[in-house]
C-alpha cells in the first residue's frame, strides 16, 4: 500500500515535471541568446523544446527521429538518447512540415537554413574555442568571376599580424565545405579561424591566408542549373539542390587564385598553395589539384576523395590524367596528400576511402590518413582534420 | 448558356491552378538557392508556399498576418496585397508555431533568425547593389572586452584600396543596428558595405572604416541580463530578449575603439570618428556621442534619437548633462547632427522624432533632417539614411 501511494506520487508528480530539463543540462552554445533549450546533459543527451499549441504531432530530428511530447503549457519536449560529440544539423517536423527551431542560431546545410546544436566533448577541448591569443580577422571579399559572369563572393582569413606586418607575404590554403553547405560553413560550423589562431599561437601552424568560396559554379552562357522542385523546399528529407559544379575548377584557378594574389599579399606559387576541402570539397580539391599541379603543391582530403561516394579502386597508371603513373616524380611533386576519416562515418564514406587508399598504395603514393575517433559525418570530425592537416603545411 | 459553360470551365479551371503563381511573380533575391517561393509580383504583391500536409492552420506574417490555403499536393500558399517596397521580416505561423520559412535564407531580428524577403522598389534603384565597381572588404574581428569580461566580435568594412596603400589612413563611422537585431544587420540586410562601395567609386563620400558591433553588453560581474521565459521562444508575437545595454558605450569608447585603432589604419581623433544607429541604435548613437563628445564629432540617428520612444520634448538647456546649453559651442563642436525617418513609419517613431527636433530648434542647435518616402520602420528606410548620411561624413 505505502509502495503504491508513493508510485502514484511519483506519476503525479512527474504530471507535472514529465519532461522538464533539469539544471545539469546546459543551453547548447549555439541557441539564440536567452533560449534555455535545446540544452545538452553530461552524457551527450539533448532536450529540445517548442512551442506548437495546436499541433498534432511534432518530432525533432537529430540523428535520427525523436517524438516529442505536448505538455500542458501547449509546448512539446521530448530527451534524446546521448547524441554524438560536435556539432549536428537539426529540425524540426511540425505536422508534416520541415522548419529549422527557431531556438537556435541557423547553420547553412542540404541548401537551407537549418538549426544546429553542439555536443560537447566529455573532455577539456579548447583548439577551435576563441581563446586569450592573437586573432586573425574573417573578411567578405566580393570579386567578379569571368567563368561565370557574376559577381561571388568568398570568405578571406588573414592571420593575426598580417595587418601590422605589410612587407610579409603568407602562403595560402584554398578550403572548401561539403555537399549543400556553402563559404560560411568553415567558419559557422567549423571554426577555422580559431584553429589556426591557435595554431599559430602556439607555433604549430605557419602563418597561414585561407580562402573559403561555394564549391558552385556554372559557366556564363550554359543553361542554369536545375531549380529546386518547391515540394521539396521543405520535405522532410531534401537533396541539396542540385547546383552546377562543373564550372567550380575553373573559377577557382581563373578567377579566385588571381583575385586573392592581388588582393592579398600572397606567396603566389605552387609551394605555397593548398587546397583542402570535406566530403564533396574533398573530392574537389582532390580533382582540382591533380588537374593543376602547376598552382597546388598541398592537398587534403576530409571525408571525400577524388573518386566522389566510388568505393571502386581506380588504376593509378591511368587516374587522374596519369599524374600519378610516375609514383617517384609524383611523390617529389605534391609535398602533402592528406585524407582525414572519422570512425563514425557511415558508408560510403569508409569504403570509399579504403578504396582510393588501397589504390594509392598500389601506384606507390605517399600519403598521410588520419582518424577521428567517434565522429562522424559531421563538423567535429572537419575540425579535428583541419587541427592536425594545416601544421603540416607549407613546410617545405 | 455560352456564358455559363466558360465559366464553370473557368472555375474548374481555377480548382487546378488555385493559387499558383504566374511568371510575374519573381523569386524573391533573399531565397535560398533553387527556391521559386516566395516570389514577388511588379505590383509588390507576394506568393507563399509552405509544404504542411498534416496542419490545420499555416498562416505567413509579413506586414500583418495571411491565412494560407491548402492545395491538394499538400502545400498551403497565399498571395498577400502589395507590400511595402523593402527588407521584411517575416516568418510562418503552423498551427500555432511561430517558425521560419525553410525557403529563404535567415536574417537575425527580434532576438532570433527569421526569414526575409525583399519587395524591390518599382523604379530601377541600385545603389545598394553590387555594381562595377571597387569593392571594399568586410571583416570579422574578435577582441577581448575588458568591460565584459568576454570575447567580443565586431564586423569591419574597409573600403576598396585599404591593403593597396598602407600609408593612407581613414575617418571611422560606428554604426549600430536595432533592438534585437545584431552585429551582421548593416550587411546582411543593409548592405553598408556596397553603399559605401557605390558612394566612393562616384566620389560622393571618401573612403572610410565602417565598424559594426551588437549594442548589448553587461559588466563583468554584474548580474547576467534576465534569460528570456523558455515560452516566448518562438510565441507569435516576440519582444527582443531583454538583454542589457547598459554597459554598450563602455564596450565602444574603452575597448572597440582602442581596438579599431591599434588594428586599422585609422584617423584617430574626432574630426574623423562618427557613430550612428538605427531605432535603438540611434538612441545610443546619440547617447554616446553626447557623452563623449571629445571621442565624437559627426552624429547620425535613423528612425531613433536620444529620448528613445518618448514624444516628450526635452529641455535643451539641461538634457544630455547639458552639452547642449551652450548652442553656439555646440554648433561649432559637432560638425553634423543627422535625423532621418520613414515616412511610412508607425508611431511613437514619427512623434518621438518631431519632439526631438522641435527640442534641438528650441535650443537653437543645428541638424539636417531627411525623410524616405513611403518605406517604414525597415531597412530600406536605413539603407536610404545611410545613403544620404554617409556622404557628408569627414568633409571638414
New interface residues.
Given amino acids: 500500500m505505502r509502495l503504491m501511494r508513493i508510485t502514484v506520487f511519483a506519476l503525479l508528480y512527474c504530471g507535472f515535471c514529465w519532461a522538464q530539463a533539469t539544471d545539469e543540462c546546459k543551453p547548447s552554445s549555439l541557441n539564440?541568446?536567452?533560449?534555455?533549450?535545446p540544452c545538452v546533459y553530461p552524457d551527450g543527451r539533448a532536450t529540445f523544446?517548442?512551442?506548437?499549441?495546436?499541433?498534432?504531432?511534432?518530432q525533432v530530428r537529430v540523428g535520427g527521429a525523436f517524438d516529442m511530447e505536448k505538455g500542458p503549457?501547449?509546448?512539446w519536449m521530448v530527451t534524446t538518447k546521448p547524441l554524438v560529440v560536435g556539432f549536428h544539423y537539426y529540425s524540426?517536423v511540425?505536422?508534416?512540415?520541415?522548419?529549422?527551431?527557431?531556438?537556435?542560431?541557423?547553420f547553412?546545410g542540404s541548401?537551407?537554413?537549418?538549426s544546429g546544436i553542439e555536443i560537447p566533448e566529455p573532455a577539456e577541448v579548447d583548439y577551435y574555442l576563441?581563446k586569450?591569443v592573437p586573432?586573425g580577422?574573417?573578411?567578405?571579399?566580393?570579386?567578379?568571376s569571368t567563368v561565370t559572369g557574376a559577381?561571388r563572393r568568398c570568405l578571406?582569413y588573414?592571420p593575426p599580424g598580417y595587418?601590422a606586418t605589410?612587407a610579409v607575404r603568407y602562403p595560402v590554403l584554398y578550403v572548401q565545405h561539403g555537399s549543400g553547405e556553402d563559404e560560411t560553413g568553415w567558419?559557422e560550423q567549423g571554426y577555422a579561424?580559431f584553429i589556426l589562431d591557435n595554431l599559430i599561437a602556439e607555433k604549430k601552424a605557419v602563418p597561414m591566408i585561407i580562402v573559403m568560396e561555394k564549391g558552385?559554379a556554372t559557366k556564363l552562357g550554359q543553361p542554369a542549373?536545375?531549380?529546386?522542385p518547391?515540394?521539396v523546399?521543405?520535405?522532410a528529407v531534401r537533396a541539396a539542390?542540385?547546383?552546377g559544379q562543373n564550372a567550380f575548377g575553373d573559377v577557382l584557378v581563373k578567377d579566385v587564385i588571381p583575385f586573392v594574389d592581388s588582393?592579398?599579399?600572397t606567396r603566389a606559387d605552387r609551394d605555397h598553395r593548398s587546397m583542402a576541402g570535406l566530403s564533396m570539397g574533398g573530392n574537389q580539391a582532390c580533382q582540382i589539384t591533380l588537374a593543376n599541379l602547376d598552382t597546388f603543391a598541398w592537398i587534403g582530403m576530409f571525408s571525400g576523395t577524388g573518386i566522389g561516394l566510388s568505393t571502386q579502386r581506380f588504376d593509378p597508371k591511368t587516374a587522374f590524367n596519369g599524374v600519378m603513373a610516375d609514383a617517384t616524380s609524383f611523390n617529389r611533386k605534391v609535398h602533402l596528400v592528406w585524407i582525414g576519416l572519422g570512425t563514425a562515418e557511415p558508408n560510403p564514406f569508409p569504403d570509399s576511402i579504403k578504396a582510393f587508399r588501397e589504390s594509392l598504395e598500389k601506384g606507390g603514393i605517399k600519403y598521410v590518413y588520419f582518424e577521428s575517433p567517434g565522429t562522424a559525418h559531421e563538423w567535429l570530425t572537419w575540425r579535428r582534420d583541419l587541427n592536425d592537416f594545416a601544421p603540416r603545411l607549407f613546410r617545405k
Avoid: C, E, M
Wanted: aromatic letters at 12%.
Fill in positions: 539564440i541568446p536567452g533560449a534555455k533549450y523544446r517548442v512551442v506548437a499549441p495546436d499541433a498534432q504531432k511534432v503549457d501547449g509546448a524540426l511540425i505536422d508534416g512540415s520541415t522548419v529549422a527551431d527557431p531556438a537556435t542560431r541557423t547553412f541548401g537551407w537554413d537549418n576563441p586569450d586573432h580577422q574573417v573578411g567578405t571579399s566580393w570579386y567578379h559577381w578571406v588573414t595587418d605589410p567558419i579561424n558552385y542549373p536545375l531549380a529546386q518547391p515540394t523546399v521543405n520535405d539542390a542540385p547546383r588582393t592579398f599579399r
